[in-house]
């Protein structure tokens, strides 16, 4: 085993560092003592060195398993441009190609040898010739049905462990949550593996969420003063890519288009014109990104709400990789949600996507610190608020609605959880509509308890709570209100709840009304719009939840 010494001298000699960053050196330090390692640790965090240094060390070569062939050239490129024999195989190459790497394998002229998890099987003769020291394998979540970009020739992984149980095996990802990393583990079968979780906590980035009416104008005002920081826009459609581009072309910004149909060499040259910083805003679906190494991306701007939290904070961590302060921007619409509970409908695993999407729209119509949301998703926990989010700086003011909060909350127990929001108002505020009256729910003993709360606060205070964690949405039961272990609390224990204040809302409302009460409907609907900003703006919330309207 290699002594501190050599192996500090080696991260400066090939990758010019002086020093670890946190956990590097532990990880590098179990593989040189034989065990198997789960590597979680966010985007931009340090993997790679991980693996490339054991692999300068050990006797044997390195194999790296890498899902996409872009990845692995970049990678290969890189340790090349470093001094390090390495080099990938995959199916863009010919027989000649090939066949000059199979002979530098076996001359041991080759460390690190790249491979995508398809070309395995016909590797495998080879494999049998050539000494191997390490088994790496990136991007491991790939292997998770789980998680969030399944590959399915992942899942043939698993018979390394057997083929060369001797040989440690890491296995690296920046999806951290709990259920993904049993999978990984238990598919590679190296369920003794010692576990290296990294904070993802990333304190440089500052996170917003905003309402996505006029996406494009407030995209421009966001850029007025970072006129040629480099930036990311993510959109849900390769349409909405384009579009966008167009449109910041004629502001006069050099922006690009990047997405899975666009030919690959004009892919490539996007992304190396933005590496290089000759094109400063790639518009992107989230194909784009995936091991880009670019240390001074300044800030991330999703134009549509991600389908779940690992990839939002995958998305958002390209920005600031070299721990600058760095922007990121959310904006979120009704209508994306819309949009995606029928993409998640259409495809499989349903249920877990309606969960992720349910936890990605929570993160944002928080009223409270969205690190600490975003943290506690990956099951990290901080003491204290971060300072560095919209909901921070902004906090709303806070009344005590213990009493709101058990009003509705017995009467989601007393229609059984079998109904939707707009119902559960109903008969807090004693409507007598058909649906109320059919089933009966106005004998129910909280019928009309409530009904000095307007219709749209009603909406509002619930949202709240669903926040809170008192009541849950069931997205895959047509959206019937639930009660969670935390309304237990409410309903038995006297917990205290705290809901934003809405009656300040109420009065710069009225205000507003008056003033715009003398002008034609179409200006009127614009004020009205504006209101809605304003209002939201006020309590730090989606325009959205304050008037349900799809429009915004
Ligand atoms: P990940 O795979 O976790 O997303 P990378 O391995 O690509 O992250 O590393 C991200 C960036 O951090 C790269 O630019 C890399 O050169 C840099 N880096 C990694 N380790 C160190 C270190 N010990 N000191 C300084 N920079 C480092
Ligand atoms: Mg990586």
């Known amino acids: ?193 010692t576990q290296f979780l990294a904070s993802f906590d990333r304190k440089n980035l500052s996170l917003e969420v905003r309402p996505g009416n006029k996406r494009i104008e407030q995209i421009i005002n966001f850029l007025e003063n970072k006129p040629n920081d480099s930036g990311i826009i993510y959109c849900l459609s390769r349409k909405t890519t384009e579009m966008l581009a167009e449109k910041l072309q004629g502001q006069g910004f050099i922006a690009e288009a990047y997405h899975a149909g666009i030919p690959h060499e004009k892919r490539a040259k996007v992304q190396e014109s933005f590496i290089n910083d000759s094109v400063q805003i790639v518009c992107a679906t989230i194909a784009f990104g995936m091991g880009i190494d670019k240390s001074n991306v300044r800030w991330v701007i999703h134009y549509n709400l991600p389908k779940n939290i690992e990839g939002y904070y995958q998305e958002i961590g390209r920005a600031g990789r070299d721990g ?74 806070f009344i005590d609605g213990t009493i709101i909060a058990q009003k509705a909350l017995s009467t989601v127990a007393r229609i059984k959880e079998e109904e939707p929001i707009g119902t559960v108002i109903d008969v807090l505020r004693g409507a007598q509509n058909a649906i109320v009256l059919d089933k009966g729910y106005q004998r129910i003993k909280t019928y009309g308890i409530a009904s000095d709360i307007s219709w ?40 205290k709840v705290h809901l934003a204040n809405l009656t300040e809302l109420e009065k710069i409302k009225e205000k507003t009304v008056l003033q715009t009460k003398k002008v034609s409907s179409n200006t009127l609907f614009d004020k009205l719009r504006e209101l809605r900003l304003n209002l939201a703006k006020e309590a730090g919330i989606p325009a959205y939840q304050i008037f349900n309207d799809a429009t915004l």
């Open 1 to 193: 085993m290699p002594d501190q010494k050599q192996i500090l001298s080696t991260l400066k000699e090939y990758f010019g560092y002086d020093s670890f960053r946190p956990l590097q050196e532990d990880i590098v330090n179990s593989i040189f003592n034989g065990y198997d390692n789960v590597v979680i640790m966010p985007t931009g965090g340090g993997k790679s060195i991980c693996y490339q240094l054991p692999a300068l060390l050990l006797p044997g070569i390195t194999l790296v398993i890498s899902p996409l062939i872009a990845l692995m050239k970049d990678q290969v490129d890189g340790l090349k441009a470093n001094g390090i024999q390495a080099a990938f195989v995959n199916s863009s190459q010919n027989e000649n190609e090939q066949q000059e790497i199979y002979q530098k394998l076996l001359n041991k002229d080759i460390r690190l040898l790249y491979v995508a998890p398809e070309s395995l099987s016909f590797l495998d003769s080879l494999l049998s010739q050539i000494e191997i020291s390490l088994i790496a394998i990136d991007e491991a979540h790939c292997i998770s049905s789980w998680g969030h970009d399944f590959r399915p020739a992942y899942t043939q992984l698993g018979y390394l462990k057997s083929r060369f149980p001797d040989t440690p095996l890491i296995a690296l990802t920046a999806t951290a949550d709990k259920a993904t990393r049993q999978d990984i583990c238990q598919q590679l079968n190296i369920t003794n593996a």
């Open 324 to 397: 600058l302060p760095s922007a990121t921007l959310l904006f979120h619409s009704y209508a994306d949600v819309v949009q995606l509970q029928k993409f998640a409908t259409t495809s499989g695993n349903q249920e877990v996507q309606m969960a992720k999407l349910d936890r990605m729209k929570q993160y944002a119509d928080s009223l409270s610190c969205r690190r600490k949301i975003l943290l506690s998703y990956f099951g990290e926990l901080i003491e204290e608020d971060c300072g560095n989010c919209d909901v921070c700086k902004n906090p709303p003011s």
């Open 456 to 495: 749209r606060d009603w909406q509002q205070y619930i949202i709240q709570l669903i926040n809170q964690g008192y009541i849950e949405i069931a997205f895959h039961l047509n959206n019937k209100l639930k009660l969670t272990k935390l309304s237990k609390k409410v309903l038995f224990e006297n917990e």
